[in-house]
């Protein structure tokens, strides 16, 4: 079909008539509307922010190193606030993600003693203690000598003792472990 420029328009032959103009001039009206642009930036805002208030972390809550197999367990408890965390590694042995204590060393080591995770775990105490000072609730308290450790399954059990002696020692009178959760309509299988 060949493209054909068009002609005349029949309404505007009838312009004159002011029931026509009338028409005409509604139809001329901008096409473009104009945007309230900082009530939309607002009203986004609110919306970013009532999602990020009302978001609920109850998956996981803790950053579980993917070199590191967690025992699994049938009776676990959701972990409540964000208590320190000490991982033992095949390798090392951290807290709060940073390396601290190589765990080769003190799994052969007859001491009971690590004091390079003892410090770390005394400054956690310690800028916990200004968190304590501010507020006298119990709840604080107990979060704060609340300490989490994520063994993996091939750890010596000794060397889980003396990272929990050694957290003892620093002040950490609760320590929970982290485990998977297993089957509940099953036993857990034994390795």
Same mark, same amino acid.
């Given at each position: 079909m060949p493209i054909v420029a068009p002609g005349r328009r029949i309404g505007t032959a009838f312009a004159s008539h002011t029931a026509i103009a009338k028409r005409l001039a509604k139809r001329r009206r901008g096409v473009y509307a104009t945007l309230l642009l900082t009530s939309l930036v607002d009203m986004f805002v609110i919306l970013v922010l009532y999602l990020i208030q009302s978001f609920n972390?109850?998956?996981q809550i803790l950053f579980i190193d993917p070199d590191i197999m967690l025992p699994k367990a049938q009776t676990a408890s959701s972990l409540v606030g964000a208590p320190?965390? *000490?991982t033992i590694g095949q390798s090392s042995i951290t807290v709060q993600g940073k390396a601290v204590e190589d765990a080769t060393v003190l799994a052969k080591s007859g001491v009971w003693e690590a004091p390079?995770?003892?410090r770390a775990l005394l400054e956690l105490r310690t800028s916990g203690q200004a968190v304590r000072?501010?507020?006298q609730a119990s709840s604080?308290?107990?979060a704060d000598?609340?300490?989490v450790v994520q063994a993996d399954l091939g750890v010596p059990y000794m060397l889980?003792?003396? *990272?929990?002696?050694?957290a003892q020692k620093a002040g950490f009178t609760r320590v929970d472990f982290a485990v998977q959760q297993a089957a509940k309509n099953?036993?857990?299988p034994i390795r």
């Open positions: 972390a109850t998956g320190p965390v *000490v390079k995770l003892e000072d501010v507020s604080v308290r107990a000598e609340t300490l889980v003792k003396k *990272v929990i002696f050694t099953g036993p857990a």
